[in-house]
Nanobody
Framework: QVQLVESGGGLVQAGGSLRLSCAAS????????MGWYRQAPGKQRELVAF???????LFADSVRDRFAISRDNNKNTLFLQMNDVKSEDTAVYYC?????????????????WGQGTQVTVST
């Protein structure tokens, strides 16, 4: 059974930092492309960051230079370090796994999803 379990969300002040984690089980994590998506109320789900098996990373323009994505293949865990957060970063953040290691921004091309963790940025 595949499980992706996010944690680390919460309330943070604008300009602050937050670190999200995603614990994966039931998938060959070390050979799986992983992404972080987010969805704000009334908006479509959007890709925040992607990391390949080999460590290639891609970020949405809105978070580049503020967020970092990383993975610990020994612990089957994905991370999203969020720095200098802004009110527009408020959303539910989802961890997603893609059986193919290639990048995709289309959420329909991801095979597994976590339940999401809420991030709220206060101003």
């Amino acid at each position: 059974q595949v499980q992706l379990v996010e944690s680390g969300g919460g309330l943070v002040q604008a300009g602050g930092s937050l670190r999200l984690s995603c614990a994966a089980s039931g998938i060959p994590f070390s050979s799986t492309g992983m992404g972080w998506y987010r969805q704000a109320p009334g908006k479509q789900r959007e890709l925040v960051a992607f990391i390949s098996v080999g460590g290639f990373t891609l970020f949405a323009d809105s978070v580049r230079d503020r967020f970092a994505i990383s993975r610990d293949n020994n612990k089957n865990t994905l991370f999203l370090q969020m720095n200098d957060v802004k009110s527009e970063d408020t959303a539910v953040y989802y961890c997603a796994a893609r059986n193919l290691n290639t990048l995709s921004t289309d959420p329909d091309r991801y095979d597994y999803w976590g339940q999401g963790t809420q991030v709220t940025v206060s101003t």
